[in-house]
């Protein structure tokens, strides 16, 4: 019997990348994410999308890093 194993991918194109944060592609080429190299291609690791992720603030904090990553008034 064939084993068939389901799980996100770690490395993602822009595109996939863009649609993980809710971003589009022009926003998240602002961000300063790092990328991984393989090959020729340019690749965004999960992990750190994630700790992007983490990082944002919570509606109603006091300090709007979200302003500073995505721009202001982009955030809400």
Known sequence: MA???EFPPALL???QAAHYLGVS????????????VLGRKRLYDRRGLDQ????LP?????????????GA???G
């Open 3 to 5: 084993v068939t194993l």
């Open 13 to 15: 194109p822009a595109p």
């Open 25 to 36: 592609e022009s926003t998240l080429h602002t961000l300063d994410i790092p990328r991984r």
């Open 52 to 55: 992007l992720i983490a990082s």
């Open 58 to 70: 919570y509606e109603g904090q006091e300090a709007n890093s979200c302003d500073d990553l995505f």
């Open 73 to 75: 008034g982009l955030c």
